[in-house]
């Protein structure tokens, strides 16, 4: 019987959630495991955790980013109790949405909760939580990790594909191809692509192609396979969560270079120009990564 | 000696790195043809030859800046004379990309600069890599860099 944890750090919790919606597999995975400490399911408190042996739980599970020293010091007190430290989840790998904060700094994050929000009637400064860190951290900035599951939160095939692998000690799963290859519109990319305009997702009513032939920003080219493309085939496109295919170091820079290609050339300004947010858009799942120590500032 | 009055004392003694992708059919031609024709220019360019400029990967810019350049260069052929007719232009428009990234980012977008240089132009390359030097000292250390 193998002994597992799972901790909810900085995020929305929807990658609890996740692992409760395998369904009925879950039965089949208790039957396998025993969870010592699973803070939103079991009742374990931090002293029980800092009770256990050193090595003693098998796999620990980190879902959510690293934001507050509670976070950091449960990473840290999780890496020591645990033989394999997995990484959960698109925050506690590359920060996710979260780390869109990162594009400001503490005070102004603050400012705009507590200080200056319009619908907070008192201004007042929270004084009793755990210390809250200058820039969003993920979990391999604290401690080392063996394993990741990608997605946000992980799809579901890509999680029993996951704990299959973990469960028998492999810590390399997953599939190494980007998720064009699976999309289910894939044979309606055209042979060329070329974009006249951006659309946002409203803007244009969806024929059912290929989403950039539509001229819809669609992070499938840049972004690793395995969850056999759920929100394409509910006429989403592709936001990324999945992270970047496992060769690629940077799943912004790699759709940058791709979609840019694919703009015309005689109004390419225009048409650069229209996309107002490009951090937002393209690192949508990776700005902590791109700026963990906040945005930069340069001199003039 | 008016242009050494000019600049300021406080990055008197700072020395850019300065990351150049040139494309081999032009741009690393017109530095070579620089070269032959002794024209002086800073030393502060590290060139690395690419067959194309639109084989530089928007990851080499970001990775060069993150590695400590100061400034990224990337020359190409004109546009019309791309030995791969189009690398060039797929180049221009991902560099219009990137400056808006590293704007939003904080890094001052005049960091990357892309230029045309044809295998004759010896002088323009000399002067532009004299010009983007002079315009990545008064910048200053890139922010990237002291991390």
């Given at each position: 019987m193998k002994k597992i944890a799972m901790y909810w750090g900085a995020g929305?919790g929807?990658c609890d959630v996740?692992l409760l ?9 208790l039957?396998?495991v025993e969870i010592v400490f699973w803070p939103c399911a079991i009742d374990a408190k931090y002293e029980d955790l800092e009770k256990m042996e050193d090595k003693s739980i098998d796999i620990a599970f980190y879902n959510g980013a690293i934001r507050t020293k509670e976070n950091e010091e449960i990473a840290k007190l999780l890496r020591k109790k645990a033989k394999l430290m997995v990484?959960y989840?698109?925050?506690a ?33 929270p004084?009793k939580l755990p210390e809250f ?6 979990l391999?900035?604290v401690v ?157 | ?147």
């Open positions: 929305c929807g996740s919606g395998m369904h009925e597999k879950l039965l089949d995975l039957d396998e990484a989840g698109s925050c790998i590359e920060g996710c949405v979260i780390g869109l904060a990162n594009l400001y700094n503490k005070k102004e994050i603050f400012d705009a909760v507590y200080l200056k929000n319009e619908t907070t009637k008192e201004k007042i400064l004084n860190l200058p820039y969003l951290k993920t391999d900035d080392k990790v063996d394993a990741f599951i990608p997605g946000c939160p992980p799809p579901k095939p890509v999680l029993e594909d996951a704990l299959d692998a973990l469960l028998k000690g492999k810590t390399k799963f997953g599939k190494e191809i980007a998720l064009c290859e699976e999309c289910p519109r894939k044979d309606t990319k055209p042979e060329k692509i070329e974009i006249n305009r951006f659309y946002r997702w409203h803007e244009k009513e969806d024929d059912g192609s290929c989403f950039l032939a539509q001229g819809i920003i669609c992070m499938g080219p840049a972004t690793r396979a395995g969850c056999k493309a759920e929100c394409i085939s509910a006429n989403i496109p592709c936001t990324g969560c999945m992270g970047a295919v496992p060769k690629v170091k940077d799943q912004g820079a790699a759709i940058i270079s791709a979609i840019a290609s694919l703009i015309n050339d005689e109004n390419e300004d225009e048409i650069i120009n229209s996309i107002e947010d490009i951090v937002g858009t393209f690192y949508k799942y990776s700005t902590a990564k791109l700026l963990p120590k906040g945005r930069m500032k340069d001199g003039q | 000696m008016k242009e050494q009055i000019e600049i300021e004392p406080k990055n008197m003694n700072f020395e850019p790195k300065i990351v150049a992708f040139l494309c081999n059919w032009c741009a690393y031609a017109g530095a070579d043809m620089a070269g032959v024709s002794r024209l002086k220019y800073p030393a502060n360019v590290v060139p690395i030859k690419v067959m194309c400029s639109g084989r530089v990967d928007i990851e080499f810019i970001l990775n060069a800046f993150e590695k400590g350049a100061d400034g990224v260069f990337i020359g190409g052929c004109h546009p019309g004379d791309c030995h791969y007719v189009n690398g060039n232009l797929r180049t221009r428009k991902r560099v219009k990309m990137v400056k808006k990234l590293l704007e939003q980012m904080g890094i001052n977008p005049k960091r990357l600069r892309l230029e045309w240089i044809s295998a004759t132009e010896g002088n323009k390359f000399a002067k532009v890599i004299k010009e983007f030097v002079e315009e990545v000292k008064e910048l200053g250390p890139s922010p990237w860099r002291r991390k």
